[in-house]
């Protein structure tokens, strides 16, 4: 069986690097390129006054999870020729997923 590219969604957890570190081992046996996603969304308390949300975590999350994406690709650095692109985005996994596998 060959496949051209491998979505691995990642929420780097251990099972989530177990899933990765599969999908590594099939991509080096078909020739596929990966494509790494991972989905965040923000909790948004809501007071008796309304919403309220800090502005500054959006960002937060954005930047923590390009921290953890840049230390998956240095544990696994084969991702460096065998990842076509990772995602970063703000969206509820099933969403992101679906849509990310669209546009790929």
Request: proline share 4%; with cysteine; aromatic share 10%.
């Given at each position: 069986m060959?496949?051209?590219?491998?979505?691995?969604?990642?929420d780097?957890?251990?099972?989530?690097?177990?899933?990765?570190?599969?999908?590594?081992?099939?991509?080096?046996?078909?020739?596929?390129k990966?494509?790494?996603?991972h989905?965040?969304?923000?909790p948004?308390?809501?007071a008796?006054?309304?919403l309220?949300?800090?502005?500054?975590?959006?960002?937060?999350?954005l930047?923590?999870?390009?921290?953890?994406?840049?230390e998956?690709?240095?544990?696994?650095?084969?991702?460096?020729?065998?990842?076509?692109?990772?995602q970063?985005?703000?969206?509820f996994?099933?969403?992101?997923?679906v849509?990310?596998?669209?546009?790929?």
């Open positions: 060959t496949y051209k590219r491998i979505l691995i969604p990642v780097f957890s251990d099972c989530a690097i177990n899933a990765l570190e599969y999908a590594i081992n099939l991509a080096k046996a078909t020739e596929a990966l494509l790494l996603l989905a965040y969304h923000i948004i308390p809501v008796e006054a309304g309220t949300m800090d502005p500054n975590l959006a960002d937060e999350f930047e923590e999870g390009q921290k953890k994406m840049a998956l690709y240095s544990r696994f650095p084969e991702l460096e020729h065998m990842a076509e692109r990772y970063i985005k703000m969206a996994a099933s969403d992101a997923i849509n990310y596998a669209k546009e790929s």
